[in-house]
Nanobody, 125 residues
Framework: QVQLVESGGASVRAGGSLRLSCVAS????????VGWFRQAPGKEREGVAA?????????YYADSVKGRFTISRDDAKNTVYLHMNYLKPEDTAVYYC?????????????????WGQGTQVTVSS
């Protein structure tokens, strides 16, 4: 089992920045990819960004966040970050991190096995 704990969610004004953290513990060898997903009220959960945690650390982004969000990892801390800049009201959602093994479609929710509890991000105009 892999346990994931997110933190860093907050309420900010449009144009502001936040950094979300996802700390992994347990059998972390059971995953080699970590993704960030979000779910707004009344909407389906969607992929935001993902990073391979083995090898070259490839990164993947949804079109809606390219150029504004950056995903990174700190292997020594078993932590994956989501740096969010130029936030917009439409970024308001609960943000989840998830871990999976040999993920093929990096922003697809059904590719990931382990999920955190989520952290709320609210962006006001």
């Amino acid at each position: 089992q892999v346990q994931l704990v997110e933190s860093g969610g907050a309420s900010v004004r449009a144009g502001g920045s936040l950094r979300l953290s996802c700390v992994a513990s347990g059998d972390t060898h059971l995953s080699n990819c970590v993704g960030w997903f979000r779910q707004a009220p009344g909407k389906e959960r969607e992929g935001v960004a993902a990073i391979s945690t083995g090898g070259g650390g490839g990164t993947y982004y949804a079109d809606s966040v390219k150029g504004r969000f950056t995903i990174s990892r700190d292997d020594a801390k078993n932590t994956v970050y989501l740096h969010m800049n130029y936030l917009k009201p439409e970024d308001t959602a609960v943000y989840y991190c998830a871990a999976g093994l040999w993920v093929a479609v990096h922003l697809a929710t059904n590719e990931y096995t382990y999920w955190g509890q989520g952290t709320q991000v609210t962006v006001s105009s």
